[in-house]
Every structure is written in C-alpha cells, then in structure tokens.
C-alpha cells in the first residue's frame, strides 16, 4: 500500500489537524466526538444544515463547511459511517434555534445513526428534518444500501440548501428544497481502478489492465457490469444514457451538469468526458446553464468518473449562483 | 493504458473542447494555434499576463486564465513546450497596450520558444517582458532543464502577478514583484508512483512497491534519490529541510505554504502532508500567514506530493488575497 499517510489509524484524525491549519478561517474542528464546524457557528436564527458520511471521499463533506454550504460535517472512519454521538454533539454545537437539515446519503449505516441523532436531538428541543439522498441509477440495491446510494447530487443540494439557508429561508422549505434537489438529480459513476482502504491495506477489488466497472459506488461497490475498456466518448455515453431515460430528462429542461472525479483521475481526463456529456445533453435538447468539473465525491485514489444531471428550477439557479466560503467551493464573496 | 480518453493525438484538443463548454463565461479557448485567453480580453491599458507550458499539469495553466491572474495560456502536447506562434498570437490578442509579461517555466523548450516568441512579439512594436521561474531546489540541473525547474511558485506568481496587473500595476513593476516571487519561493516534490504520458502508453518509469521517488520533476524526471517508502511525516521532513535550508528561511518570516497533490494523491493525504508541513514550519519560528493545500500542479494521474515555501511581504498578500475569477482558483469576487 502505497500512501501518504503516518498510520491506518491516525488517517482521518491527522487529516483533521491538516485542515484546522489549513482552514482555522473558516472552520472549526472538534474533537470527540470529532465533527467540523464552520467558525462562525451557531448562527442565531439561521437554519443549519449539517451532513456526514465515511472518510475517503474528500473534499466532501469536511471540505463543504463554511458560509453558504454546510454548518457541520461529520466523519466517520474511512468508509464508514459516522456515529449518533457525533451528529448529535454536532446538532447542538450549530444549533441557532431555527432547526437542522439533516442532509443524508442512502446507506444503511449512515440512515440508521442519522435517524438516531435525528431522535436525540429532537429530545433535547431541536428540531430536526432529514433528507435522504438517492440519486444512483446504476443499481437498485447494493453492498452496503437498501435502495439506490447516494452520490454525487449530495454536494449539488448542499451547495443549493446552504444557499437558502444562508438567505435564512426556514427549515421546512430549505428541506423540501433539498428532497426536490434530489427527486432532480440523477448519478452514475464507473471506475478504471480500484482504491486502497488504509485499514484493508489491499486494493478493494481487482480490474484486469483491460477492464473497467461501470454503475460502481464511491465505496467500490461492484456496479451493473463490468466490460472491457472503452472510449472516453462510450463511457460518457453508458453514463448518461441511464440517467436521461430515469427522470426522465426531456428537451427544453434546465440542468445543472457535473462531471466528478473519482480521485485518481487527471482534470484534463475530466474535461473530455464533459465534452462528451455537453453534447449528448445538448443533442437531447437539455440546456445546460450550469457546471462542474472536478474531484469533489471521490473514493479514495480510485481513477474514474461519475456524471450527474441535476434539472434545475429558478429557485436551485438562484441559491447554486448565491455566494459559497468553504475550504474546497468558493465564489461570489 | 488505462484513461478517460478517446485518442493520444485527441487528448489535448478534446479537453479544450470541454474546457470551453464549462466556462464559456470566463475564457475564450482560441484555435490553430491553441491558446486559451480569458473572456474578455484584450483590456485596454491592462498589464497582460501570459504563462503556458506542456499539458498535463493541470489545473496549471489553462485553469488559471480569468480576472485576478493569468489573461493568456499555451497548452502544448501533454509534456511538450507550446510553440513560439502559439505564445505570439496569444500575445496579440490579449495586448491592451499596456505590455506583457510571460511568466516561464525553466525548462530548456519552454525557455527558448518564449524568447522566440518575445522577439516576434517586439518585432510588431508589443512590449514583452520574462520571468523565468525556477523554485525547484531537488536538483541543479536535469532531463529537461538547464538549471533549476521551475514548478508549483508558478501558481503563486501568476496569482500574485495577476492580482497587480488587475489593480493596473504597470508592466516593469508586476516583472518586478515576479522575480521576486520567484526568489523568495522554494519547491521540492516526490512520487509514489509513475504517470502514463498518452503518447507513450506506459509508465515513464517503474518504482517498486516499497520505493519512492525524492526530488522529482513534474514530468517524472528523476529527483535527488530513490529511496525507502517512509512515513507522510518523515515525506514531510524530507522534502521541507532543503527548502528551509536553501532561501534561507529564517524565524519570524511570514509565509505562504503551499501542498500540492501531484495528481493522483487523494485530498485527505495532502492534509495529512499539511499537518506535519505546518509543525515543522511553525518550529523553525516561521509565520505560515496563507496556505494553499490541492492539486492545482499536477503530473497526469502520479501520486505524490510536492512542498511550496514563498516568503511573502505586504505586497505579495495583498495581491494574494485579491479576487480572482478562474475556472480553478477562485475568491473574493
């Protein structure tokens, strides 16, 4: 195993202190239970938004903390789902009195402790709404989900729901807001390789120099089929196509279109399958009047890529333009 | 070879292709030859900013042309100097009237096509100014350079540069401030592993599982040693004690610290690199006031890192903290 890194153990804990130097501008980090905070919380009056998940998939969620986005983020160990308690300390520490977004990605772990931490807050006065994300067509259910996972449109409804948050917009409305963001948008990655859990100390699967694994999870996750390695152009293709016909998206929709990073992936790798995705979005008749292209949900070092079609309203246009300060999503302020 | 590609021969267009569908609004991607400049150019009576180099080191350059820092970018061949005609119609098209600067990097193509180019550039009465940046304390001379390589300050520089020039600093004054970004900026790198140039469809070199490579260049020419794979903070300390050594960088400096991923290296390690980075700056007295930690100086999909020290003054952070609008680096406005 060939990594970066001082121990298995100390991975996320080091990384932790890596972005406290880095980032004591913005965020705070606490230690156990270990969640992140943006500086400024808790903001009186303002709802928060607070999301979570295993470690490995950096910069989300920790990188997303900050004014606009997200109020707390918590991690679990690598690939693995944070726990109650640190939800739960979370919600109180960002707690400004207009009640939490629970912002949560479909996987069984991850559902389960939310809707714990969901429950202990609410018994400490909070209130609490959660919005499940599941926006992976590739399977139905899979390793470690019942249902579809949540991927890629998770960082899309952060973006937008810390927008309308930021603009003090209430809890209810910010949570329907994100369940329509995710009843919008639709995902599907693919991997050329596979990622090294630190712990596992092995690479989580295998993939001969010719293959690729098409319809793969941010966990490695086997996916609809694995098949020999295709063009960028095909792979942009066996993406989209499965995502077009699910909405369905039809002609003449708004979208938001990203191209994600698996990790391992160049950014010059990135922008031909965009190109490739801008053209099969535009033959579609979608007008694409937004982007992003780059490594913001990823697997650890894994090369690969995921797609994501968000359909977008004017109020998603308003709060995605809105001003954002995180360690890894800036514009506007 | 496995990559989100169509073609070796395509790589370098398709992905201007996907550039220009993704940021239509910031930049202009020009043809035959290529060069990418930012949207609204030329500005009159603006300083012009030009930089360029191989490709394959993305988000550098083509990810840094907008308002704030660089107004012009040649991509050449992946690891392959641009042209003279590329940097003299690039030249052309983004004079205001106001002179250029080329910021270089020192590698011995790049170095002589931009002098080719500064001289047709003046034969048709536009004032050039270089600045050949070469922070790279691993080696003295090697594969590709006479001299120093110039790596990652090249960020630093075009960002600082660019924020003068925005402010209307005249021509002589923003080569000023760049040659002295360059001599009070230190780099040194390593990889974990090889990158894959498409052309050449195998890794440039093979480091066994247990080895790493010390001082290497952005296009995997050998650095100062092969050596054992060791820790993220002994990686740390080998890479900071000839930096710190060499300015020399004394207690009481502020600086700015800068990880860069050099592709293929997941966030979560760059923080862990950060950490151990921050301390040993922090206990040689120095003041880490700026910091940069992602993969903004890359080397296709090579996992590795490489360490930035610049030592600022007053006038570096200001322009530092300038706004800045690019399709990679991006604040303030």
Redesign the interface.
């Known amino acids: 195993m ?6 298995p153990d100390a ?2 804990e ?6 406290t ?2 980032h004591g501008d913005l965020i705070r980090v606490h230690r156990y239970p270990n969640f992140i905070t943006r500086a400024d919380a808790p903001i009186r009056g303002k709802t928060a938004l607070l999301s979570g998940g295993g ?2 998939h ?2 989300m969620h920790g ?1 997303f903390v900050g004014r606009g986005m997200l109020d707390a983020a918590c991690p679990g160990a690598v690939f693995t789902s944070p726990t109650p308690d640190q939800m739960l300390e979370a919600s109180k520490a960002v707690n400004g009195g207009a009640g939490i977004l629970h912002i949560v990605k479909n996987y069984t772990g991850d559902v389960m402790n939310f809707e714990m931490a969901a429950d202990l807050a609410r018994a400490e006065g909070i209130d609490v709404e959660s919005v499940v994300i599941d926006d992976d067509v590739a399977v139905k259910d899979s390793t470690w989900t019942a249902g579809r996972r949540g991927v890629a449109t998770t960082v899309l409804a952060e973006k937008i729901c810390g927008g309308a948050a930021e603009a003090r917009m209430p809890l209810a409305p910010v949570a329907d807001l994100c369940r329509r963001v995710n009843a919008n948008g639709r995902s599907m990655g693919m991997a ?2 596979a990622c090294t859990v630190p712990h596992a100390g092995k690479p989580s699967f295998v993939l001969q ?1 010719d293959e ?1 694994e098409i319809g793969i999870g941010i966990h490695g996750e086997p996916g609809r089929h694995r098949v020999k ?1 295709e ?3 095909r ?1 942009a293709e066996m993406l989209l196509e499965p995502i077009l016909e699910d909405l369905p998206f039809k002609s003449g929709d708004n979208v938001l279109l990203f191209v994600n990073g698996m ?13 490739k995705a ?2 099969i979005a535009a033959k579609h008749g979608l007008k ?1 009047v937004r ?1 992003l ?3 913001y949900v ?1 697997s ?2 894994m ?3 995921s797609i994501t079609l968000l359909k977008l309203d004017d109020e998603m246009v308003k709060f995605w333009d809105a001003p954002v ?1 995180t ?2 999503l ?4």
């Open positions: 060939k990594k970066l890194i001082n121990a991975v996320v080091e990384a932790l202190d890596g972005m130097a880095a470690s490995g950096e910069p990188g050329l390789s120099e690729m390695l063009s960028a152009d792979v990790g391992g992936t160049p950014q010059i790798e990135l922008y031909i399958v965009y190109r801008y053209e694409v982007n292209v780059g490594s990823t650890l070092e090369a690969g890529c300060v360690p890894s800036r514009w506007g302020a």
